[in-house]
């Protein structure tokens, strides 16, 4: 099994920085992994400090096999920071491990991640490997898969990554088409369809809703673990997208997940789990269903 490198973005977060990467390090196989830390440069003034404090940090991190920094020069923004990153990595090693700074790992996350890399590496129709799954009431499979992508400690390969699409008006336009709003709402339970507005509006820097749109369209699959190898801890103050909240807040599964063989295909059992969750968090079956019609409509 050859090791994928790790790319971690970094904006002005230093605690949480910190923390990421001292739980990283704490990984099977962290001394044994490329790291590539990608920093993007202050937006404004006000951010010049604290962008520069967690500069100082980063180049301080030890404990890989080697740490390659990469500073931007102007501000490129969460998504754009995020695209060009992965891209610029993926393009020589054919694979990558994606994490932002405010994201706690279990001891295995890189064992999970790289022995599923290297499993799934020539399934076409997996697009990519999770390592965080939602705190729903029920117990998951060990591993199960879903349709589209998630971004929350997250590694593809080269020939799925390269099937991203980053126009948002094109990706909306073909669910629309297509009638696909509904599924692409995990069921009218959560505003995917909102969110991508949004970004092609310019309200919201979402690469994630992009990714997550190009892989359902490609009716293509993500592996997730049973029991969450990530833990948020970025949702109380400084998210970019997500309100003050501790919904997502997990436990850290800090034992091996085991890679059996499972059938390529949406686990219908937790698609529903975690669709309970969602709706645990939005309880609106009114508006649920309000939107169903709406969309059986065309939108």
């Not at 020589?92 to 700074?101: N, P, R, S, T």
Request: proline share 3%.
């Amino acid at each position: 099994m050859t090791l994928s490198p790790i790319c971690l973005f970094v904006y002005k977060r230093y605690d949480l920085t910190v923390k990421t990467v001292t739980s990283l390090k704490e990984n099977l196989y962290a001394n044994e992994s490329d790291l590539f830390v990608f920093s993007d440069a202050p937006k404004n003034d006000k951010d010049k400090y604290l962008v520069s404090e967690v500069r100082k940090y980063i180049k301080s991190i030890d404990g890989f096999k080697s740490v390659k920094i990469i500073e931007r020069e102007n501000n490129l923004g969460l998504a754009e920071s995020i695209i060009s990153g992965v891209t610029e990595v993926i393009d020589q090693y054919g694979k990558v491990i994606v994490l932002e700074d405010d994201l706690l790992t279990s001891k295995y996350f890189l064992k999970y991640m790289n022995e599923a890399l290297d499993k799934y590496e020539n399934e076409n129709n997996v697009i990519s490997i999770h390592g965080y799954v939602y705190p729903v009431k029920n117990k998951l499979p060990e591993t199960f898969f879903l349709k589209g992508t998630d971004c929350w400690g997250w590694a593809t390969w080269k020939r799925a990554w390269d099937t991203f699409e980053k126009n948002g008006k094109k990706l909306l336009d073909e669910i629309i088409e297509k009638k696909l709003a509904y599924g692409f709402d995990h069921n009218g339970t959560t505003n995917n369809i909102k969110m991508l507005k949004r970004q092609i509006k310019g309200e919201v820097d979402s690469w994630a809703i992009r990714w997550h749109a190009s892989a359902f369209l490609q009716n293509r699959l993500t592996l997730y673990p049973g029991k969450s190898l990530i833990n948020n801890i970025g949702m109380g103050g400084e998210s970019t997208h997500l309100k003050k909240t501790n919904i997502y807040e997990t436990d850290i599964y800090n034992k091996p997940i085991e890679l059996k063989d499972i059938p390529i295909e949406e686990n219908i059992y937790a698609k529903k789990e975690i669709e309970k969750f969602f709706t645990s968090i939005k309880p609106n079956f009114i508006k649920r269903y309000y939107k169903k019609f709406k969309y059986s409509l065309g939108m």
